[in-house]
C-alpha cells in the first residue's frame, strides 16, 4: 500500500495528544484531539501524564507511542 503524503489539513484532523489516564488494571494509553476536560473537569482526575505530539509522531500507533512514552510509575502517583 502506497503511503500519501501528510497535507496541513490532514495534520490538523490527527489527535494532537498522547495521554495516559487511569484504567481498571493500570494506566492506559490514549490519544486525544484537545485537552478540554469537559464540564466540572471530571476527566482531570482520570488524566496520568500528557505529552503534545509533534507532527511526525501524530500517526504513530497507540502501541508504538506507548512503548517510546512508557507510563508514569505508580510510586510516583
Known sequence: MARRHTTEADADDLPRYFVWVRGLEGPEPQKWM????GVGDWKRRLVLAFLELPEDERRLSLSMLARRYPPPREDVL
Not at 484537545?34 to 476536560?37: E, G, N, Q, R, V
Request: hydrophobic share 75%; net charge negative; aromatic share 24%.
Open 34 to 37: 484537545a485537552m478540554d476536560f
